[in-house]
């Protein structure tokens, strides 16, 4: 919604979405997801969304060399969510150790 959103949103603590945070931390680990992998995945997540906000603002439509494929940035961040929620579902079912 805002241009420099993400810019004003990285490196901020979330003070005041604590409550959402637990709420989303307690289903996540009753879910069976470990509760360290369940912060690493909240965290990775965040920052991805962060990161690829920042891409899609910074994207100045620039020719790609030949052989680079274009990809459009909903789909990229789509397939790297599914990238990082297919860990999680993996990490809830293999039950793998914190690291």
Do not use: C
């Amino acid at each position: 919604m805002r241009r420099d959103g993400a810019r004003l949103h990285a490196g901020s603590t979330p003070l005041s979405d604590l409550d959402r945070l637990r709420h989303k931390m307690d289903f996540l680990v009753a879910s069976g997801v470990p509760e360290r992998d369940a912060q690493m995945a909240m965290l990775a997540a965040s920052r991805f969304t962060v990161g690829s906000v920042l891409e899609e603002q910074a994207d100045t439509d620039a020719a790609l060399p030949p052989g680079v494929p274009v990809i459009d940035h909903e789909s990229a961040f789509e397939a790297g969510l599914t990238l990082i929620l297919n860990g999680l579902v993996h990490a809830a079912v293999t039950d793998l150790p914190s690291r």
